[in-house]
């Protein structure tokens, strides 16, 4: 059937073929919500809404003021009938008022084929207001005015409690709707154009002021600033950004001046692919919302046979009245709004608290699965250790040689090269003040190393580095598995540089955390065996296998026994994290890797895997919670009305606490506290 999204709070609505319009709601409550203020992009009719609405529960309280008066038994016989026929007239226009929307939302359903509550309430209802009517006119008999038009108030007031807090699961995608500019300045022919944000193309050069949101995904082409990026990674710390530095969309450009190329823009921008993942997770149902979905349903049917079984049992023990009111008073009290939002709501909110903590999931179903995980596999390279070599020691081949004589030349010799260990070596030596000169004469020796001619300090060398250039020189450490560069001039080795790749600082916390939570943590790694050892004793996980090429990774994730993760960042771990039962890939990996993977880290924080285990077993105990109290209390609710205990208006109003404890219960998950709170 087709989907779409209800344009009052945003969440999902399923529709039959051939019945879509232009407005959807998924419940009457939005629908109600919806005109009260105007909707999405308000309106003038919301003032007139208000009032109707106003003027319907002014006169159904006085409604209920009198007929309280008669329930006293202290009115003359001779004005009972005077404050019926007053009562009649009041209820008359309520009735209007508040349970026209009613039978029209019971007709859409009844076109649809399909059974709702508002049949129920309705039904019930109008059927109360009918039968006092005619006791009016008759003269004889009950009327039940008060419980006519109280019902459909109360549940009117319930709906707009329910949308409400239904709504504040789609302000998630509203804000960050907000986050894009509507105009931007585009560099065209030398002259700065303020155009359309709609208007821009790939390829296009914008200037960027300070304080300004940037419009498009790119790249930095000039200048150097700060971009704050918390509301897509969570991380409160602004990003420096200079020359080649990417930057997304909706993002905060801090105190400089930027000149931005645009890499990407419309649907195809980062924040755009965020509210479709989003749109997307509502939209996809999990085993517990298809259970609650079920068992609302046959909540439904059962309650229309109770419903007639209890006015024919107390007509046939000659107490039609009685038997009249219990069937009301079934109809209103198995309200199965309890139940129907006890899975969606909570699974909206956890999704919509995940978003605005950077971590995007693709589902209720995902959200399910990842409280469920049992063993959690991780990449190394670009997973686990952040792919940035760094230096961990130099050691010295000639006594009148330094550390700092040996990084200041290769230094110098390094600028010539945008090799990943190149930028390790220039790292550490801007770090340490070091004068690195400039080279001539660069001879680059693929795969083996490079040489140069370096000016420093006065002096020029010929200075050459590399890990196979020197004869009987082993390329790696004896004692650990570390990357060397030799380094040499005058015609011999001076120095070694050893570096290694660095984990990434929350990389052992994490793993801490996952296996407090009795998850299995396995490093899966297409390196050398000690390599991938080392960085899995230093992350703390339990067990590493390598070198595994990708078909023998999925290989190890389909052997597993129980509930698997997978946690990648690049091409080669795409085939693992679609076989895995939730793929977890890092916002800074490859666009593809993002595409496949059930959950995405944008902030690239594995401290947030932990996290978001909690957060889906948290959301599961809510929702078990909600549908142990909706069962319960519909069980003695249901019997409670057709035993005729139970009086109707007492029952819309157990409807509407039943509802609003439910409700209350699903919140609890916003304040779900962010991964760095967690004790």
């Not at 999990?286 to 079984?309: K, M, N, Q, V, Y």
């Not at 078990?624 to 109290?629: C, D, G, I, T, V």
Request: overall charge neutral.
């Amino acid at each position: 059937m087709p989907v779409t999204s209800c344009v009052h709070c945003g969440l999902p609505v399923v529709t039959m073929r051939g019945s879509e319009t232009s407005d959807l709601f998924c419940c009457y409550g939005c629908r109600l919500a919806s005109c009260i203020v105007g909707g999405r992009d308000g309106g003038g009719a919301h003032a007139w809404n208000i009032l109707r609405l106003g003027i319907g529960a002014l006169l159904s309280m006085n409604v209920m003021m009198v007929a309280l008066l008669l329930y006293t038994g202290e009115v003359e016989p001779q004005a009972v009938h005077v404050f019926r026929w007053i009562m009649f007239a009041v209820s008359t226009p309520a009735m209007l008022i508040l349970g026209y929307p009613l039978v029209l939302g019971s007709l859409r359903d009844l076109a649809q084929r399909r059974l709702s509550l508002d049949i129920l309430i309705a039904g019930g209802s109008f059927a109360a207001f009918l039968i006092s009517a005619v006791n009016t006119l008759r003269g004889l008999g009950y009327v039940y005015f008060d419980t006519a038009t109280m019902l459909p108030l109360l549940v009117t007031f319930g709906r707009l409690i329910e949308a409400a807090a239904k709504t504040r699961t789609g302000e998630l995608l509203r804000g960050l709707e907000t986050l894009l500019p509507s105009t931007a300045l585009r560099i065209e022919g030398g002259c700065l154009t303020e155009v359309q944000a709609r208007e821009l193309r790939i390829g296009d050069c914008l200037r960027i002021r300070p304080g300004e949101r940037f419009a498009v995904d790119g790249c930095v082409i000039e200048g150097r600033s700060t971009i704050e990026e918390a509301a897509f990674t969570g991380e409160s710390s602004p990003r420096d950004a200079g020359p080649g530095d990417a930057v997304i969309a909706g993002t905060i450009n801090g105190p400089g001046a930027l000149v931005i190329r645009a890499g990407a823009v419309g649907e195809q921008m980062l924040l755009s692919r965020i509210v479709g993942m989003v749109h997307e997770a509502w939209r996809t149902t999990g085993a517990w919302e298809r259970i609650s979905d079920r068992a609302a349903s046959f909540l439904i049917i059962a309650t229309l046979g109770i419903s007639a079984a209890a006015a024919l049992f107390w007509t046939l023990c000659g107490n039609p009245e009685r038997g009249g009111l219990a069937a009301l008073a079934v109809a209103v009290v198995a309200c199965p709004c309890a139940m129907g939002i006890a899975t969606p709501l909570a699974t909206a909110l956890a999704v919509g608290r995940a978003a605005r903590s950077g971590v995007l999931v693709r589902g209720g179903d995902v959200l399910e699965r990842i409280g469920q995980v049992r063993t959690v596999f991780f990449d190394k390279t670009g997973t686990i250790t952040t792919n940035e070599p760094a230096i961990v020691k130099i050691q010295l081949a000639e006594i009148d040689v330094n550390e700092n004589d040996v990084l200041g030349w290769l230094g110098g010799l390094e600028t010539s090269s945008e090799h990943v260990l190149a930028k390790a070596v220039l790292r550490e030596a801007r770090r340490r003040g070091l004068d690195i000169g400039s080279v001539a004469d660069v001879t680059v020796h693929p795969g083996l190393g490079i040489e140069g001619t370096v000016k420093r300090l006065g002096q020029s060398r010929v200075v050459t580095a590399g890990a196979d250039l020197f004869t009987g020189v082993r390329s790696t450490a004896e004692e650990e598995p570390l990357t060397v560069i030799h380094v040499a001039w005058d015609g011999k080795v001076q120095g070694r540089v050893y570096l290694a790749d660095q984990i990434r600082p929350d990389a052992a916390d994490a793993v801490a955390r996952l296996h407090e939570q009795r998850i299995e943590t396995l490093l899966l790694s297409g390196d050398r065996q000690e390599v991938a050892e080392l960085i899995a004793r230093q992350a703390g996980i339990q067990r590493s296998e390598a070198p595994r090429r990708p078909e023998e990774k999925i290989e190890a994730i389909r052997n597993s026994r129980c509930v698997t993760a997978m946690v990648g960042d690049g091409i080669n771990d795409i085939p693992a994290l679609a076989a895995a039962d939730v793929g977890i890939a890092l916002g800074a990996g490859t666009d593809l890797a993002r595409y496949v993977g059930n959950v995405v880290l944008l902030s690239d924080q594995l401290i947030q895997i932990p996290w978001l285990v909690e957060l889906s077993r948290t959301t599961r105990r809510l929702i078990a919670q909600n549908l142990a109290w909706a069962s319960v209390y519909n069980a003695i609710a249901l019997t409670a009305a057709a035993a005729g205990w139970l009086h109707p208006l007492l029952a819309a109003l157990a409807m509407v606490v039943s509802s609003l404890t439910v409700l209350t219960n699903s919140l609890r998950i916003r304040r779900f506290p962010d991964a760095e709170n967690e004790a």
